[in-house]
């Protein structure tokens, strides 16, 4: 079965940059586009961008260009979202999500559990 | 890119049928038959419910149906359950290659 499996919690000091994991298992890891989709408290989701595990070819929201950047291990079938100079307004539920397909529109069929990241002094 | 609109609540009795909705402008919902809706259950990550407008995944109910309009978008529960209490979310794919969600809508069942 597909899983995502995401690392545990963190917390920041302002300033500081996280780098959260998300394992997948259950399908080929090469066939689908990662997304990594926020939630601060009590708020709505926020696309940040995806991830091409295959080519390791990345688009970014606009938002997030400059601070944000999506990795992938093949060999673990693993990717990788590392956002840098935190401030509070990041903290929020970080998802890792797989994208069903360009053909499709990019609907997210499967999540991870999600990492609390918590930006705090 | 302006996050798609949504009421932010709406309630319905077991059994009833409600209808969310989701509106976006011409270059997203109204651009694609790539709208997708998500349910979220507290403290839960979201689940697909709905994609390209009115397609469901294996294993979702088939009391939850999805249509389109120009730019606005729905997604309709039928026989309301207790279960059926969420957030609900939509979802356009935009031209820039990423999705934007709505704001959510919290669903109660009365």
């Known amino acids: 079965q597909v899983q995502l499996v995401q690392s545990g919690a963190e917390v920041k000091e302002p300033g500081a940059s996280v780098k959260v994991s998300c394992k997948t298992s259950?399908?080929?890891?090469?066939?689908?586009?990662i997304h990594w989709v926020r939630q601060a408290p009590g708020q709505g989701l926020e696309c940040m961008g995806w991830v091409n595990p295959n080519t390791g070819v990345t688009k970014y929201v606009e938002k997030f260009q400059g601070r944000v950047t999506m990795t992938r291990d093949t060999s673990f079938s693993t990717v990788y979202m590392e956002l840098s100079s935190l401030i509070s307004d990041d903290t929020a539920v970080y998802y890792c999500a797989r994208d069903l397909g360009y053909n499709y529109g990019r609907p997210l069929d499967y999540w991870g559990q999600g990492t609390l990241v918590t930006v705090s002094s | 890119q302006s996050a798609l609109t949504q009421p932010a609540s709406v309630s319905g009795s077991p059994g009833q049928s409600i209808t969310i909705s989701c509106t976006g402008t011409?270059?997203?919902?109204?651009?694609?038959?790539?709208v997708s809706w998500y349910q979220q259950h507290p403290g839960k990550a979201p689940k697909l419910m709905i994609y390209?407008?009115?397609n469901r995944p294996s294993g979702v109910s088939n009391r939850f149906s999805g249509s389109k309009s120009d730019n606005t978008a729905s997604l309709t529960i039928s026989g309301l359950q207790a279960e059926d209490e969420a957030d609900y979310y939509c979802?356009?794919?935009?031209?820039?290659?990423?999705?934007?969600f709505g704001g959510g809508t919290k669903v109660t069942v009365l």
């Open positions: 390209e407008v009115s």
């Open positions: 259950g399908y080929t890891f090469t066939g689908h586009n």
């Open positions: 979802s356009s794919y935009i031209r820039s290659n990423t999705v934007i």
């Open positions: 011409s270059s997203d919902v109204g651009a694609y038959n790539y």
